[in-house]
Every structure is written in C-alpha cells, then in structure tokens.
C-alpha cells in the first residue's frame, strides 16, 4: 500500500516554463489537495477535490491549474512558472466524511524556479 | 492575515521533560484542529485532534488542550523523546466548508536533546 505518491521529487524551472507534478493515492480517497510550504508561512491550500470532477479553489490558486478526471490522480498544472512559485508542495488525501478523518501527505515536490 | 499563528519559531527541550507547543487562532468559525508532525524530507503525519466540544484529548505522551474562549490550544508531550525532534504544525478546520479547508499555522521546530 504505497499511500500519497508525488512526482518528482525535485524539479528546476526557468521562468515561464509548464510542468504538471503528479499525486497519485491508491486509498480510495474522494478528498484530494495541493498545499505549498514556505518558510515562515505554514502550509498553504492552493486547490482541492471532493470527488471525481469537483475542484475548488483553496487560499493561493493563482498560477496553478488543476483537474480531478480519476479517483485516484490529482495533477497540479503550472501553466508559466514564475520565481514566486519556487517552493515545497504536498499533495494530501483522506477518505470523505468531514473534518475528523487525518490527511495523508505525500513526501513532497521541492520545485525551484531560475 | 494569518488566521492560525504558531509564535514560537523553536522550542528546545531536554530528554524526558515536557514540551509544550502553542497555537492561537482568530476565527471563531474554526469548530476542529488537528497537530501535524513533520521530520525533513517527508510529508506531515497527523498527530492528534481535539473537536471544539471538548477541551482535551489525550493520545499516549501526547495531549491537546483546546481554551475556546481564549481562542488558544496547546499540545503537550510528555516525557519528550529524541524522536520527537521535528516540525510541528497546528491545524483549524472551520465548520462552513466542513473541512475541505483545513488552515495550518507556521510550525514551530521542536529539537529534543538528548
């Protein structure tokens, strides 16, 4: 059971290039999001899933695209890498049901953009 | 604004003391909180949570205490361990979006000396 699976696991940009980091959870999650880690600043909510074909936008979707075709694969797009996107992003997943039931993090995508 | 505030940066413990770690919040709405634990290089794992009808909960060495009225939780560990050297981060579910959107604090690295 390999849980939260991110790839990759480190990635250079140069500004204004696309990447898509991959998150893919084998629990059966319905509840599937993206966070970035910043130092000083926690962990971010930047979009998240309820479901196959719901998405909605956390605290700093600007930049980032994303789209829930699957169960389990929730990809995050970054259409034009920009400087202020270099950071640590976690994918999280947990079954539905409300606030009570833990995430589960993957072990991260450290990203830099030159 | 930062809705969820971790102030202590660091927080250095000897083996076998307790350590406490704080967390303030300022939205009422926020109704379960949740500690994450980090260690470098991987992904948060959940620790404990307490719900806001409760104002403890206790895990083996670890217990949350929840002060609704001065919106404060702490979480206690006891007797500290060198394992539990790691970044800990405070959490808040808020009952609208019953959470879909959880808000993480900015972590407060605790070491644990031997």
């Known amino acids: 059971n390999a849980g939260v699976t991110q790839t990759p696991k480190f990635q250079v940009l140069k500004t204004g290039q696309s990447m898509t980091l991959q998150c893919a959870q084998d629990m059966n999650h319905e509840y599937m999001s993206w966070y970035r880690q910043d130092p000083g600043m926690g962990l971010r909510l930047i979009h998240y899933?309820?479901?196959?074909?719901?998405?909605d936008q956390g605290e700093v979707p600007n930049g980032y695209n994303v789209s829930r075709s699957t169960t389990e694969d929730f990809p995050l797009r970054l259409l034009s890498a920009a400087p202020s996107q270099t950071s640590v992003y976690f994918c999280a997943s947990r079954a539905s049901g409300g606030p009570n039931e833990k995430l589960f993090f993957g072990s991260g995508t450290q990203l830099s953009v030159l | 604004d930062q809705q969820v505030k971790q102030n202590s940066p660091s927080l250095s413990v000897q083996e076998g003391r307790i350590s406490i770690l704080n967390c303030d919040y300022t939205n009422s709405m926020f109704d379960y909180f949740l500690w994450y634990k980090k260690y470098p290089a991987e992904g948060p794992t959940f620790l404990i949570s307490?719900?806001?009808?409760?104002d403890k909960n206790e895990d083996g060495r670890f217990t949350v205490f929840l002060n609704k009225s001065a919106k404060h939780l702490s979480l206690h560990i006891v007797p500290s361990q060198p394992g539990d050297s790691a970044v800990y981060f405070c959490?808040?579910?808020?009952?609208?979006?019953?959470?879909?959107?959880?808000?993480f604090g900015e972590g407060t690295q605790l070491t644990v000396n031997p």
């Open positions: 899933s309820v479901g196959a074909g719901i998405t």
């Open positions: 959490a808040a579910s808020d009952q609208e979006t019953s959470g879909s959107r959880l808000t």
């Open positions: 307490i719900s806001s009808i409760k």
